[in-house]
């Protein structure tokens, strides 16, 4: 399987929870390229554009799913946006005139999106952020908006980001944990998982080491890409066929000999 810009589902059947990994490098690099942030606003750009993807991987719709960070500090707007198919597209803005940090603060709002155009949808979920708690702030969307509880670990590290989600299973109206301190205990496993790790073991080493008490089972990957470089992949294709066509029409046309 892919080792990097994949989101990848599973499940730990024994202690009733599923979940999702996802790992960005391309897609990471192709966003990060149109802009020059400070070190510290591109990794909040990093582990917001690694958390669309893992929401995208766990609530079901077909559209786009985007996530916005407004603040009054010196972080204006931070943007992440995913398609039900893959594709990423992400950016910041910020004041650079502030010697503050970027950041997001007590006084910033999370707004999660999801618009599915064949349904004529539009969802808005509004959520205050504590601090600058951002996989925090998700856990809170999906409790409030969701009455799930998660757990999200984000990281943005060597040029790459990577995010890990936990829910537990629903079942009958309630969950269906493997016993009483599942979700306690995979969250304590989730919490050891080193940066380094993230971003380089493969899924299903990184998910056997961290919990290979649970019964790891993982499914089919989905690729993950940027949708500006998709975007200029298929405009360099339009010029080509376009190119081809007009050297056709300016060839003088051929004679044949009798």
């Not at 893992?54 to 992440?80: C, D, N, V």
């Not at 601090?131 to 409030?144: K, P, V």
């Amino acid at each position: 399987m892919a080792k990097h810009d994949f989101l990848q589902r599973f499940l730990l059947e024994q202690a009733g929870v599923h979940g999702a990994f996802v790992r960005l490098d391309k897609t990471w690099r192709d966003v990060r390229a149109q802009t020059d942030y400070p070190k510290p606003l591109a990794s909040l750009l990093g582990r917001t554009l690694a958390a669309s993807a893992l929401l995208s991987g766990s609530i079901k719709f077909r559209g786009r799913l985007s996530i916005q960070f407004r603040s009054e500090g010196a972080l204006r707007l931070l943007f992440a946006e995913c398609t039900d198919g893959g594709g990423l597209r992400g950016l910041a803005r910020w004041d650079e005139a502030s010697e503050a940090a970027p950041q997001l603060g007590d006084g910033a709002i999370l707004a999660v999106t999801i618009e599915q155009p064949d349904r004529d949808l539009r969802q808005q979920a509004l959520i205050a952020c504590e601090g600058n708690d951002l996989s925090g702030a998700f856990e809170r969307y999906f409790e409030q908006s969701e009455q799930l509880p998660t757990r999200m670990l984000l990281v943005e590290h060597a040029g790459r980001c990577a995010g890990l989600l936990l829910q537990p299973i629903a079942e009958g109206g309630g969950f269906a944990l493997g016993d009483p301190d599942a979700w306690n205990r995979v969250g304590y496993l989730m919490a050891t998982a080193m940066s380094d790790e993230m971003v380089n073991l493969s899924a299903e080493e990184l998910l056997t080491r961290l919990f290979h008490e649970e019964g790891v089972r993982v499914f089919e990957p989905r690729r993950s890409r940027s949708r500006a470089a998709a975007r200029a992949r298929a405009s360099r294709r339009c010029c080509a066929r376009s190119a081809a066509r007009n050297a056709r029409k300016r060839s003088p046309p051929r004679v044949r000999s009798r």
